[in-house]
């Protein structure tokens, strides 16, 4: 399996969009898509980690399938908006690390 950087994951979107999707969804579509696929991820972990128990309709669930398909749809949002994903999370873990250095350190909840 080869190693894949979010880069190269957008551009493998991208293209499978062109050469089979036809074309990307709308936006908002997208972005209603993306909270159908974060709700079968809730579904899961509430069932897996949480106290609801798995009716028989759960058990053709995935946890791992689910997360990609988050991924994916995340990654076509950024495509169609124009969402460099390696630049944004590069600026974000920056933003994490100046804002948050000490704080999780300190936090008592944690220890």
Do not use: P
């Amino acid at each position: 399996m080869e190693n894949l950087t979010i880069r190269d994951v957008q551009r493998r979107v991208d293209d499978w969009i062109k050469t089979y999707g036809v074309r990307y969804f709308s936006e908002l579509t997208n972005m209603a898509i993306l909270t159908e696929e974060v709700g079968e991820v809730a579904r899961i972990m509430a069932r897996r980690y949480g106290e609801q128990s798995f009716k028989a309709s759960d058990a053709k669930h995935d946890l791992a399938d689910e997360m990609a398909d988050v991924l994916w749809v995340l990654v076509c949002l950024a495509n169609q908006t124009g969402v460099d994903l390696t630049e944004a999370f590069e600026r974000n873990l920056k933003k994490k690390t100046e804002r948050d250095n000490e704080r999780h350190l300190h936090n008592q909840k944690l220890q």
